[in-house]
Every structure is written in C-alpha cells, then in structure tokens.
C-alpha cells in the first residue's frame, strides 16, 4: 500500500460480519485483504470474541481467508501455534493481563457487588459467568445497557481502574488499562510495526480504543458504525466509509492506498 500499512487490525462482528445481511461476507473485501497479505501485510482480527467462539465464527461464515494473529476478548494476543492447535499465546501479555484482571477483580469486589445488585434489582439483564467468574453481562437492550453503564460510572468513581467494555447489549467487566488498543499495541511491539504503519476499523464502543489515534495511524470505520464510533474516527483524521460492514472495509482500505 502507497499508505505503508503493514498491520491491519479489524474488528470481527459488525465490521467483516454483516450479521442479518446477505451475504454476511464482501467478497470484494476478502480478496483484498488476501492481495495485502500476499504483498506482505499482516491481518490481526481484535474482536470481543475469545478464541473458540472466533473460530467457530470463521468456520460459520465461511471465511475464505485466514488471520495471521487474533485479540480476543478485548485483551489477549494470539499467534498461530508451532505444535498442535490453532493459536497460542505471543510471549506472556495474556498471562500478565489474566493477573492484573484478577488482582482487580478481588481488590474492587464491593464495587462489583454494587453492580450485581443494580443488575439483579433495577434491569432484567442478565449476568455472565465463565471458569473465573462473573465475567459480564447482556442486557434486553441498548437502552438497559445505557442505565447499568451509568450506575457502573458511577461506583467506578472510588475504583477508577475496575472498567468495562460494550458492544451492542453485551457488557465485559474489565481492568482500565487493558482493551482492543492496548492488545493491538502489544502486538505492534512484538511485531516491530509501529503505529505510523498500523490500520485499524471497527463499529462499536469497545473498538473506540484502537481507533482514537493513539495506538493506529489509519482509523476507519463501516457506515453501519455508531456515531460515537465516527466521531473518534473523525477526530484522529481517519476515514469514516460510506457504505457498510465488510464493503465499508474495502472502501477505508482503498482510500488509503490511494491517499
Ligand atoms: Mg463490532
């Protein structure tokens, strides 16, 4: 690309995934994004997803094409593995980050116990659990999501690092400093590719943090984005498309190389 992009960081649901659409897939899109990484770019997916529902969503729908590294769950980094499986973790970020995460979640316990009981009492939301706990929430819908948020806001104040992500009525506590931008930061430093030469697109809140400039020098975002979404595009001098999802990707992808 004329641009020098030499790392590509999409987000999954909303952005390559039109769910409800068909075809879910821009086949226009995928054969691009296959021509860069023959020519050398390399391809992260930064998803909310963790890595089995990642790869049940690729098998799903049936992608042609393969991601050279996955962020999953807005925090951990992946590469392909060397022995057996599809993915293992790249260096010890994830096993740093699991361990920050439940020194948060055990030093903010009464904060999260103020939230359960909003959620229980005050929404018919309901909670999350994986193999470490409570993990987040889904909720009836955006509007609900809108109220627990705004309590969370709230009794975060006396815990400022105890923080969270959302995308569309799904909410996944989390520690401040850890989200889609910093694990694509991490990736960068492991890759040497600096910021200057990095892409980035995404729909929703929790992509808000890779796309704000900070962490990619080229932000884009679908049509189909929030407008939260195009507003942090926007602002860091990226490229808001104007048709959506995977096609909307294409578009961003063309204007740079053009630009
Ligand atoms: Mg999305």
């Known amino acids: 690309m004329s641009s020098g992009i030499r790392l590509l960081s999409t987000d999954f649901d909303g952005t ?3 769910h409800g ?8 899109c995928m054969e691009y994004i296959e021509k860069l990484q023959e020519n050398g770019v390399i391809w992260a997916i930064n998803t909310g997803r963790s890595v089995d529902l990642l790869e049940s ?7 042609p094409i393969h991601p050279d590294f996955i962020l999953t769950s807005e ?15 790249y260096g010890d970020w994830n096993e740093r980050v699991a361990r920050e995460h439940a020194e948060l979640f055990h030093s903010a316990k009464s904060v ?13 939301a309901r909670l999350l659990y994986h193999t470490a706990g409570l993990e987040g929430l889904v909720a009836e819908s955006e509007e609900e999501l809108d109220r627990v948020t705004k309590f969370i806001d709230q009794a975060r104040e006396k815990q400022p690092k105890f923080h969270y992500q959302r995308n569309t009525v799904y909410l996944r506590f989390c520690h401040a400093d850890y989200h889609k ?3 694509l930061a991490e990736l960068s430093r492991l ?36 407008p939260e979404v ?3 595009v926007s602002s860091a001098g990226g490229y808001v498309a104007s048709k959506a999802y995977g096609a909307g990707l294409h578009e961003a992808l063309l204007h740079f190389a053009e630009s």
């Open 75 to 89: 925090r951990d980094v992946f590469r392909p593995s060397s022995n057996g499986g599809n993915w293992e973790p």
């Open 21 to 28: 659409s068909d075809p879910v897939l821009d086949l226009g």
């Open 57 to 63: 969503g690729l098998t799903d729908f049936e992608f």
């Open 112 to 124: 999260l116990a103020e939230v359960v009981d909003f959620v229980n009492q005050k929404t018919k």
């Open 16 to 18: 390559l995934v039109a």
């Open 191 to 226: 890759l040497e590719i600096p910021r200057e030469e990095i892409f980035a697109a995404g729909d929703h809140h929790n992509d808000i943090s890779m796309l704000d400039g900070r962490f990619a020098q080229y932000p884009a975002c679908p049509a189909n984005a929030i």
């Open 230 to 232: 195009k507003e942090a």
């Open 181 to 183: 931008g910093t694990a």
